[in-house]
């Protein structure tokens, strides 16, 4: 067991490396479905999925809710700052190794205490940062991407790039810069934007259009500092409609690549997608990937779902496989993640308790998303619904269909065609489709 643990402490005792046992195994300790050396459409299960755990969730969040105390004891603990966030690194690479996940993903405040005081908050995360480019090393476990906390800290109650307040902005500042300095000592493959406060509560003190264009100001300003110290991966941005404000800037995918092109940074910015974000906006998961797709604008995903009872942001672990089927499908289509993964931004329960508790966690969305790619990859195999959405398309393969799409037609030889038409009712087959997709997925 030695080798999964790194530091003096073994936090998750008797429990080893995470084994695939297949899906008649029932060891609630063993991926059923998620095998990572498993080839699909050639290329490994693991190359596909690219997982990270989400420090935040996983190694922070103590079940506090409004209405209740923490109900997470972490073992881990420590009151002097420094001893804490070394132990919580040691819990965590140990935790990531034994899942067998390849990356994770963390906020600043995730990893250290960020103090009160700027000097604190660079002593601490620089310190950190040291240690966790050793466990990186000891371990292989990668950085898929990091970010900055804006919206914990009382300063940041009226946001944080889009505060009215310049001397609020300018520590924002300074947090970006340090995270941008840190990824590069880590390698890390992205770093993430996300705004929960960069909107607003209310129009009556906003001034929506200039708090716009500070945030366009301060992304390009930090796509500049990150290139000239040679970060290399992608900028992202996390569309959110609402949660903990009023009206989020970066409310969907649709509004994030808007934004990314109105302030010309296409070439630098992608978005992250996160199921439970999509929902809120009041879209589906495969909606929002989509619209990223259509545009070159995947770059990440935050793997979680909703509750369908409830409007808010219940980030719970992924365990619908429609919907990580049609993720899939569409993370195919586009040729993968590329140097994006599926970070669990997903928490237990408030009383799941145990600390196994976390892996079952884990271990579920895991599989939940090789079942998502096993049928996507059936799906594209077999090919019957991408022909059939093909058809449902062909009078533009040809004749005047296709010089329309070629810019060649007035609309007045439209109009013109438009007198003679015939306008049949073509079925959209949607039940025959539905019917279909429980084939791959059952059968
Ligand atoms: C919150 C967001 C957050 C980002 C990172 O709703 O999902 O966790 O992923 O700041
Ligand atoms: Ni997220
Ligand atoms: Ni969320």
Redo the contacts with the bound molecule.
């Keep these: 067991m030695k080798d999964y643990f790194v530091g003096n402490t073994e936090y998750f005792k008797g429990i080893g490396k995470i084994q695939y046992e297949g899906a008649k195994s029932d060891n609630p300790l063993a991926f059923k479905f998620y095998n990572p050396k498993k080839i699909v459409r050639g290329k490994t299960m693991e190359d596909h999925l690219r997982f990270s755990v989400?420090y935040?969730h996983s190694f922070c969040a103590d079940g506090t809710d409004p209405f209740g105390r923490a109900t997470q004891t972490y073992p881990w603990r420590d009151s002097n700052p420094s001893r804490n966030a070394r132990n919580k690194a040691e819990a965590a690479f140990e935790f990531i190794t034994k899942l067998g996940a390849p990356y994770y993903a963390f906020?600043d405040a995730d990893v250290a205490y960020d103090g009160e005081t700027a000097a604190e908050y660079e002593k601490y995360y620089l310190e950190i940062a040291e240690y966790l480019k050793e466990l990186q090393k000891a371990t292989g476990v990668k950085l898929l991407w990091n970010?900055s906390?804006l919206f914990s800290h009382p300063r940041y109650m009226n946001g944080a790039a889009t505060n009215p307040e310049f001397n609020v902005l300018t520590r924002a500042a300074l947090q970006v810069k340090t995270n941008l300095d840190v990824n590069v000592t880590l390698g890390g493959e992205g770093y993430?934007f996300?705004g929960?406060r960069e909107g607003y509560m209310s129009l009556w003190n906003t001034d929506m259009k200039r708090e716009e264009e500070h945030l366009g100001m301060f992304f390009r300003l930090a796509r500049d500092y990150g290139r000239s110290i040679g970060f290399k991966g992608t900028f992202y941005i996390?569309p959110?409609p609402m949660?903990p404000s009023k009206h989020q800037y970066d409310f969907d995918a649709a509004t994030a690549i808007a934004f990314i092109r109105k302030y010309d940074l296409q070439d630098d910015f992608k978005c992250?997608i996160?199921n439970n974000?999509a929902t809120l906006a009041g879209h589906t998961f495969a909606h929002d990937l989509q619209v990223c797709v259509d545009n070159g604008m995947l770059g990440s995903v935050?793997a979680n779902q909703g509750d369908r009872q409830n409007g808010w942001?219940t980030?719970e672990f992924p365990s619908d496989v429609y919907e990580t089927t049609e993720a899939m499908l569409i993370i195919l289509r586009n040729g993968g993640l590329h140097s994006g993964g599926l970070n669990f931004?997903a928490k237990r329960r408030r009383n799941s308790t145990d600390l196994s508790d976390m892996f079952i966690s884990h271990i579920g969305g895991m599989d939940a998303f090789a079942l998502g790619l096993l049928a996507a990859d059936k799906i594209l195999s077999d090919g019957k619904i991408d022909a059939m959405k093909k058809e449902r398309y062909s009078s533009f393969d040809s004749g005047d269909g296709a010089n329309y799409e070629k810019g060649l037609c007035t609309l007045e030889q439209l109009a013109e065609l438009g007198r003679k038409a015939a306008t049949p009712l073509i079925s959209g087959k949607q039940e025959l489709l539905n019917n279909l997709v429980n084939q791959y997925l059952f059968s």
């Design positions: 989400a935040w906020h970010t906390n993430t996300w929960g996390e959110k949660e992250n996160e974000h935050d942001d980030d931004d």
